[in-house]
């Protein structure tokens, strides 16, 4: 019996001594990760911040382009915007685009399908005459399926009544 309560205590011992203090090396318990003997502070990797990624084409060139209601033709502003994707797409032939084209949720399926179709195919054009080869660019149409902004008011509309150019690596056979 006394051979059974040492051992108790000293199971009891050890789980205690087995939990963790997250504060066991100090107050900043972080890694320094620069260069040995330096203090110079490490700069996150941020891929939005690389030209040659999609994060920087999505995010500082812009991967969408709005359209008018009931229209498929681009402003001028769609323009501006669909020139920087040409450019990029250029410069990074590693990458394919798929176009998808959207409308906001007035309307039949049919007709919004048909208005998508038309959204995408018109930026694939402008691509194109861009000087994009047509082989690295497909397009889709969703319609009204993926709504950007779900709500009955004209801001929600505008926001779906869009283009998306979807980079993605891949290649061209």
């Known amino acids: 019996m006394n051979t059974l309560i040492k051992a108790g205590v000293l199971i009891s011992a050890l789980a205690v001594s087995a939990c963790t203090n997250p504060n066991r090396f100090g107050e900043d318990s972080s890694t320094n990760l620069s260069p040995a003997g330096t203090n110079v502070p490490v ?13 920087y084409f999505s995010q500082t060139i812009g991967d969408r382009v709005l359209f008018p209601v009931d229209q498929s033709t681009l402003t001028p502003t769609a323009m501006g915007i669909l020139d920087g994707q040409a450019q990029w797409l250029l410069t990074n032939s590693d990458y394919l685009a798929v176009i998808e ?10 007709y919004n399908l048909a208005l998508g179709a038309r959204r995408s195919n018109a930026v694939r054009e402008y691509l194109v005459s861009k000087g994009v080869p047509s082989n690295r660019i497909r397009t889709i149409s969703y319609g009204k399926e993926r709504p950007a902004a779900v709500c009955s008011a004209e801001s929600c509309y505008a926001e779906n009544r869009r283009s998306v150019t979807v980079i993605s690596i891949g290649s061209l056979s």
């Open 43 to 55: 700069a996150p990797i941020n891929p939005a911040s690389d030209p040659a990624t999609p994060q």
């Open 101 to 110: 084209g959207h409308a906001d949720e007035q309307g039949t399926r049919e």
